[in-house]
């Protein structure tokens, strides 16, 4: 280490904390798109069935929307 000007290298993490860093690290983003999912089907909730209608989803379709985001409902077809 170089300490005559009170600099030091950072020192490098060691397997078992980049581990811990990384299961806290996915455990955070995974935390935060459930509370962004939480937030939508709320406010989804929130709406009435016209309003739900104008943008083109149904009561019984928030939570599959609001879990599926990327995929629309109506998209979806039977396989039977």
């Not at 980049?18 to 455990?27: A, C, E, M, V, Y």
């Not at 709406?47 to 599959?64: A, Q, V, W």
Request: aromatic residues 10%; without cysteine; charged residues 25%.
């Amino acid at each position: 280490m170089y300490t005559a000007l009170g600099l030091a290298k950072p020192k490098q993490a060691t397997r078992p904390t980049q581990r811990l860093s990384n299961l806290l690290g996915n455990w955070w983003g995974a935390f935060q798109q459930w509370r962004k999912r939480d937030r939508m089907r709320n406010e989804l909730y929130g709406l009435n069935d016209k309003e739900l209608m104008d943008i083109g989803i149904t009561r019984s379709e928030i939570d599959y929307f609001a879990s599926n985001r990327g995929i629309h409902p109506h998209d979806i077809r039977s396989t039977q």
